[in-house]
T-cell receptor
């Protein structure tokens, strides 16, 4: 079993749609959780941290369920510029960072 | 915010030669840096964890004699791909975390290696 698993995608959605990505992690001792965005041939960039209380940044909402070892990202009112690969990232002990395989999102006009 | 600089951004080399990639944390100390490889349309795969002043820790299936990692200072880690082959052509990215103040990982710009 992979340490971090994500929806395989790709997701093809029209502009304005709401889309949700899911992620599960296997190490119950994992400490920190993030969503990163990666554009083609570029390095990943931090999108947002994920907390148990849930956090929102504009059109983006992230949620963590430690009991289920589950992380989610919700994007509302999708824009063309949201097209990218979204990576679920987990920091385990010892400063080790594990990436999910990523989910590709294509937003179409 | 914190910056990690990776160099070169793009390199083409002949099969059998070695290539060195540098990863520098510009404004923070990174006792640990990470090296990833990404093949087209695939996810980032952790290759090794680079520890300052000690030997790197390699992930299963990564040849330590082929991918030499040196982390001689708190701000610099290098990855050397030795005797490169076309199948080593990939996108290599380093990342670092500020050991003292942040859990966020900062990434270098990546190096696209093409072995011909």
């Amino acid at each position: 079993r992979k340490e971090v698993e994500q929806d395989p995608g790709p997701f093809n959605v029209p502009e304005g749609a709401t889309v949700a990505f899911n992620c599960t992690y296997s190490n119950s001792a994992s400490q920190s959780f993030f969503w990163y965005r990666q554009d083609c041939r570029k390095e990943p960039k931090l999108l947002m941290s994920v907390y148990s209380s849930g956090n929102e940044d504009g059109r983006f909402t992230a949620q963590l369920n430690r009991a289920s070892q589950y992380i989610s990202l919700l994007i509302r009112d999708s824009k063309l510029s949201d097209s990218a690969t979204y990576l679920c990232v987990v920091h385990t002990g010892g400063f080790k960072t594990i990436f999910g395989a990523g989910t590709r999102l294509f937003v179409k006009a | 915010g914190a910056v990690v600089s990776q160099h070169p951004s793009r390199v083409i080399c002949k099969s059998g030669t070695s290539v060195k990639i540098e990863c520098r944390s510009l404004d923070f100390q990174a006792t640990t840096m990470f090296w990833y490889r990404q093949f087209p349309k695939q996810s980032l795969m952790l290759m090794a964890t680079s520890n300052e002043g000690s030997k790197a820790t390699y992930e299963q299936g990564v040849e330590k004699d082929k991918f030499l990692i040196n982390h001689a200072s708190l701000t610099l880690s290098t990855l050397t791909v030795t005797s490169a082959h076309p199948e080593d052509s990939s996108f290599y990215i380093c990342s670092a975390r500020n050991a003292f103040s942040s859990t966020e990982a900062f990434f270098g710009q990546g190096t696209r290696l093409t072995v011909v």
